[in-house]
């Protein structure tokens, strides 16, 4: 009996504390304009919302370029993550050494190699809007109005010393009188390469210096004269680290090879085939896979097609491409004082 009452009693104050059991019930039905009135309530929260949200992702994208201008403005003290500079270790020694800067330090690790390769390059960059960040055909254009009268003098000079009858045994010769460049040291002695294909671009750099400077006045103070003239000089600067890379015998073999075929068709004026060494140097002729290159143990067939000798050089780094885009300068040059014998040589 007394569990009976207690039951009761438990059922009674649920039913006065519960508002829907209390008499509180909700109405059945509900006018239009309140369900107009809840929806446009939710909507606004909801839009609210939104706005909260995107509001948030532009100040977290203004916080993160900040940070970004911060550690460009910062180089020297502000590391860099290694997650937006992931090279291999190949072309992390392959660039230090085109700087000029040991391929590793004692005790550092991969890591701190490549995270001091970017700080270097930075650096560069930083250096490089210090100083103006002017475009470098310009400052060549600049140079050449700025030296012509010592170009005039220089050329007084030469005139006065220069042998006019080997100057004229020079000229006749050209491209013939210098030996051609063997192919077959490619793979029987490289090292012997690296001596002929310097000496042969810097002679016909310097063959394109001299008749820059032996064109009539008239022609010199032409617009079209100065941009030749700029172009000149712009070459010749962007082909000091590729000298430099021969003089120390560091070029990769596949880029050695590429370049010895452009400088023996150039000597026996084959421009046509010399272009296409060039376009396999610059751009490369690599087949593109596509879709998955391997799956489980086994290779697609044109995986083993994919080799160092075919990928494209022109987008290893700003350095490269210009010293190889210099290559088809000197080309162009020597096609133009050296035309082939047969028509069909000549470059497109």
Same mark, same amino acid.
């Given at each position: ?10 059922? &009674? ?7 829907? =059991?209390?008499?509180?019930? %909700? ?15 939710? $909507?606004?929260?909801?839009? @609210?919302?939104?706005?909260?949200? $995107? ?37 992390? #020694? ?21 995270? &001091?390769?970017?700080? =270097?390059?930075? #650096? $560069? ?15 060549? !254009? ?6 012509? &009268? ?21 000229? @006749? ?11 077959? =040291? ?27 400077? @032996? ?11 100065? =941009? ?10 962007? !082909?000091? %680290? ?36 060039? !376009? ?16 489980? #143990? ?51």
């Amino acid at each position: 009996m007394d569990a009976l009452k207690a039951e009761i009693a438990l059922k &009674r104050k649920a039913i006065q504390e519960d508002p829907v =059991l209390n008499g509180a019930r %909700p109405t059945k039905y509900m006018r239009r304009g309140e369900l107009e009135r809840l929806k446009e309530e939710q $909507e606004r929260k909801e839009r @609210e919302e939104k706005e909260a949200r $995107e509001r948030e992702e532009r100040e977290r994208k203004e916080r993160e370029e900040e940070e970004r201008r911060r550690q460009r403005a910062n180089v020297r003290g502000s590391p860099v993550p290694e997650s937006s500079f992931n090279i291999s270790n190949e072309e992390t #020694i392959r660039r230090l050494r085109a700087k000029g800067q040991p391929i590793r330090l004692f005790g550092e690790s991969d890591k701190e190699r490549r995270l &001091r390769l970017r700080a =270097l390059e930075l #650096i $560069e960059e930083k250096d490089h809007e210090r100083h103006g960040g002017q475009n470098d055909f310009k400052k060549a !254009l600049e140079d050449v109005e700025n030296v012509e &009268r010592l170009l005039k003098d220089k050329r007084a000079k030469e005139e006065e010393t220069k042998d006019k009858g080997k100057k004229k045994e020079g000229k @006749e010769g050209g491209a013939d009188t210098a030996e051609v460049l063997d192919l077959g =040291l490619v793979k029987a002695d490289p090292d012997k390469l690296y001596p002929l294909i310097y000496h042969a671009l810097k002679r016909t750099l310097k063959e394109w210096e001299e008749w820059m400077d @032996e064109r009539p006045e008239s022609v010199k103070r032409t617009t079209q004269g100065k =941009l030749a003239a700029a172009t000149q000089r712009q070459s010749a600067e962007y !082909l000091k %680290p590729l000298f430099k890379l021969l003089r120390s015998r560091n070029l990769p073999p596949d880029m050695l090879a590429r370049i010895a075929e452009i400088v023996h068709h150039m000597q026996k004026r084959q421009y046509q085939r010399a272009n296409d060494s060039y !376009l396999r140097l610059s751009i490369g002729n690599a087949p593109w896979p596509i879709g998955v290159t391997m799956v489980g #143990i086994h290779e697609r067939s044109a995986r083993e097609k994919i080799s160092a000798d075919q990928v494209a050089h022109v987008l290893n780094d700003e350095v490269s491409r210009k010293y190889i885009q210099s290559l088809k300068r000197l080309l162009t040059f020597s096609q133009t004082k050296y035309p082939p014998d047969d028509a069909t040589q000549l470059m497109g």
